[in-house]
């Protein structure tokens, strides 16, 4: 973990170092785009990493994976440096194919990474997120898809109520992603709902792979939230045939805020074992 953290401190230093140092060379980490979305009935940025070879003379045929983030600007940064040092052949780690990030940024995040609502004393927008994943299924993909240089496997990647989102959009056989990475979902605000779709889960879903990351938060939910992601899991799991798709890890010593660091690496790590 020590060295993780070192790791990745040490690219993004160098960035800011090479930016503001005397060779006025600039490390640009990814740009920003717009896109009007119909489904959502706004424009909505996005911010985009693309691979180091991507723009290399020899490598203009070659195509790339991608990384659809949610809470896009919290993790944008974080993920884009975790992602360079386990994928670019500078470093030759080889853990994970060179890929292009696609991170959302956000303009309602109880509307648009929430299924259902929950009753509250003030009016809320909730309940908005499976129009949200149309709007990356059916107009954010094909627009990436459409301008750059993509493959056909897709991540998608949540933490909290993001992760909530990563569920439902694995547990739907319609949707277009191939992997999961569900950072300390917030399973509390819909676990009735969870485990109904667990039961009727689609074996299109069990086929792909799923990484669920659990933090320690704490003495007062620590229970609680262990055991809710525990049981999902052990409901998946009892669904699925050999070989199982799905891992969950828990870190002990990572709260709800400071897992989403250890949780990429492992979790990019594990969906990708058998794409290298």
């Known amino acids: ?39 959502l009935d706004e424009k909505r940025t996005c911010l985009i990493s693309l691979p180091d070879s991507y723009n290399d003379s020899s490598q203009v045929a070659k195509k790339y994976p991608i990384i659809i983030l949610l809470d896009g600007y919290t993790h944008f940064k974080t993920t884009s440096g975790i992602v ?14 060179e890929s292009i990030i696609i991170a959302i940024e956000n303009v309602d995040r109880e509307r648009d990474f929430t299924v259902t609502k929950i009753k509250t004393k003030r009016p809320n927008t909730m309940g908005g997120g499976r129009a949200f ?41 319609y949707s277009v992603f191939n992997a999961y990475i569900s950072i300390d979902p917030s399973i509390w605000w819909s676990e009735e709902m969870m485990k109904n779709k667990v039961d009727s889960i689609s ?12 933090a320690n938060q704490g003495e007062a939910s620590y229970e609680r939230n262990k055991q ?30 400071s897992v989403p660091l250890i949780a990429l690496y492992e979790g990019f790590k594990y969906i990708n074992q058998e794409n290298l």
């Open 133 to 173: 994943l149309n709007f990356i299924d059916k107009e954010l993909i094909p627009y990436i898809d459409e301008n750059y240089r993509t493959d056909h496997y897709r991540t998608l990647v949540g933490h909290s109520l993001g992760g909530l989102l990563t569920l439902n959009s694995y547990m739907d056989k």
């Open 84 to 97: 360079h040092f386990m994928s670019s052949n500078r470093n030759r780690n080889n853990l994970m194919p």
């Open 203 to 214: 074996s299109i879903s069990l086929n792909k792979k799923l990484y669920i990351a659990t």
């Open 1 to 39: 973990m020590k060295n993780l953290i070192i790791a990745i401190l040490y690219i993004l230093l160098f960035g800011a170092q090479t930016t503001f140092g005397q060779t006025k060379t600039e490390i640009i980490v990814g740009n920003t785009f717009d896109i009007k979305s119909n489904i």
């Open 228 to 257: 809710r992601h525990d049981y999902l899991y052990e409901l998946i799991v009892k669904k699925s045939k050999e070989p199982l798709k799905i891992e969950i890890q828990y870190f002990e010593k990572e709260n709800h805020n």
